[in-house]
């Protein structure tokens, strides 16, 4: 391959394997799949989780929304809860022809989208957010919140489309049992507050749940009608440590050229460093810390017990995970040697580049961009 | 201001009293200033430091040398020990008229570049890395091979132009005794490297130094002919926790709207996650731990106690920092209110952006465009 170093590959053939299983078990469970196409942001890759059956996409920004539909998506839902000062720029994709979904958890956001709807003579589709886990946002599924926004937003003209949760605390557990336990959690408590919003009168078609590890675990998915989930596209070493892949599924990885060595220290400086890798460090509390990224050769086969152990903006230093120094890293990893880092964190390494190089079975490789910003 | 969240915005006065403090200090020491542009990589930035009194510029990647020439400036020092597959690249811009100086700091990387000099007819402006303080890449000063690196290249007929150390280890220092002695030390040991390659009839005319904690602190810079300092431009938290800058000199912020709470915990839910902060997380081993950010009002004021205490990627939860629930939260942050978050680390969350929003002393905002890549 003649690539320049650092690059963001994207191994073709993990990726495709990656999507059909995700996509297979959800279609076993009788549920659609929405992914999440903040961990690409990238249409190409989006298209091939589209051709293997997925229903619509989820964003977390507008620009997402604003890109994928241009490039054709339309069925869209923005899983971050509305901002009312961006509900114009979002009225003004939906006056385009875009299906857009959006978001609340609380009484002024829904009336904010309320406001808007009726000074616009428009119907916004309405997701109200259920906190499942207790990490982040959403309304309780037991709270009087719930019915109140639901009743704001029915009343005030705005179609209800359902209830959305994201147990994202999945990322903190490692064992089949607890991941399959969060999954029910996920469902039972989003499938409950469908149950009272439809109890009260308002209108839920939509059950929407989901993480990549809760999807995957996720044994019984009844009353729900779609999944969301992101980083299974790639994977990466959190979901490793998490227990829902291995590092030789892991499908993006960022190869790098040695530059140098401190040859008493048995380190191997690589022109990759946070900025290629970026500062995600999601394995410093799971059961491997793999530093900055596991090493694999130019292949893509893991280098066991290697890790990139530090980083600074352009610099790697990859040595031995358990502090020893190899002593034979200078004829090991001879200047301008190339190595393949695996990242902790997907969606975060990604985001470094502005494009990733699709590297098919047959080595060859393709520019497919990425953008960035909001 | 009417500027859509999160945007990265840059408080232009703050700014501008950084780059003459920086000047100032080592205009007084007698030496010359090479400001890094990996910082900000945005030209109108560089621009002020140039016309401030910096002469050249250092770079951490190709890109942004090519970006820089591009826009006018010709003094370039690539900071980074060159892979031999770039010399092609490198090449290419010298021979576009760009004074581009390249780094090795081995036998090996200096006979890549003596190849590939006299297989092009070409003498590259060659520094050698010195190692000041161990913290990553370079040569000991004491080293044979220092010496036989500095004679490859002037027996290669290639120009030998001087000495590089970079004290990176003052970013885990918070004293300014300790920074001084780390300031001496990175002075002496650049400068006896120096010494050594001259008395061996090598010529090398310059001696580069530099980190912004130890540009700070140096009181005496003799045999030292450039210093070179980065984030200094901006500050971060992380340098206000070194000890080199206050929280309210911090150039660089983050705008960002409330878009909801967790009231009992006392979460205030923001749009700025770690997409828009990044994933460093450096202040975490330092005397103040800021999360991923400490808080300002939207006119910049610091909320003291308020961090950015945990990040998803289009989420960001603000909390006290003593972990007590504010109970207030819901009444003093309303949906739609606008705050101003400070970065751990300057480099890495400019990084997060395509643009800049320069912001004037009379409230205007201009776009500053960013470069990302290699």
Tied chains: 1, 2.
């Excluded at 996509?23 to 249409?43: D, E, F, M, N, W």
């Excluded at 489309?161 to 994201?166: D, E, N, S």
């Excluded at 999601?282 to 280098?303: E, P, S």
């Amino acid at each position: 391959m003649d690539i320049e170093t650092p690059a963001a590959l994207i191994d073709e053939a993990r990726m495709a394997a990656n999507i059909d299983r995700m996509q297979l078990h959800l279609t076993a469970l009788g549920v659609r799949l929405r992914p999440h196409v903040k961990t690409s942001k990238c249409i190409e890759v989006a298209r091939r989780q589209q051709e293997a059956g997925a229903q619509g996409i989820t964003v977390s920004t507008l620009k997402e929304a604003e890109q994928f539909f241009a490039a054709g998506f339309s069925d869209i839902l923005y899983a971050v809860c509305m901002a009312p000062d961006k509900l114009d720029r979002a009225l003004a994709l939906i006056r385009r022809g875009c299906a857009l979904t959006i978001l609340v958890d609380s009484v002024p956001a829904a009336e904010a989208v309320v406001a808007k709807g009726k000074a616009e003579a428009r119907a916004f589709d309405v997701m109200i957010e259920i906190d499942s886990d207790g990490h982040r946002s959403g309304v309780q599924p037991e709270a009087a919140d719930l019915i109140e926004i639901g009743t704001i937003l029915q009343a005030g003209g705005q179609r209800v489309k359902g209830v959305l949760t994201h147990a994202g605390s999945s990322y903190d557990l490692d064992t089949a049992e607890a991941l399959e336990k969060l999954a029910e959690q996920e469902r039972a408590l989003c499938v409950r507050a469908a149950e009272r919003l439809r109890t009260a009168g308002i209108a839920c078609p939509e059950v929407s749940v989901g993480s990549t590890p809760t999807a995957l675990a996720a044994r019984n998915l009844a009353g729900v009608t779609e999944v969301r989930a992101g980083v299974y596209v790639f994977f990466d070493l959190v979901m490793s440590n998490v227990g829902v892949c291995t590092p030789g599924q892991v499908a993006l990885s960022v190869l790098a050229t040695v530059i140098g060595h401190q040859a008493e220290k048995g380190w191997v400086i690589v022109d990759a460093g946070w900025m290629a890798m970026s500062r995600d460090r999601g394995t410093q509390r799971q059961k491997i810390d793999y530093g900055y990224g596991a090493v694999c050769d130019a292949a893509g086969h893991v280098l066991d017990g290697l890790v990139v152990s530090g980083a600074n903006q352009e610099h790697g230093i990859v040595s031995r995970r358990d502090g020893t120094a190899d002593p034979d890293v200078v004829e090991r990893f001879p200047i301008g040697t190339r190595l393949r880092l695996l990242p902790n964190h997907a969606c975060a390494t990604g985001a470094q580049y502005p494009n990733y190089l699709a590297v098919a079975s047959d080595g060859s490789a393709t520019v497919w961009p990425r953008f960035q910003g909001w």
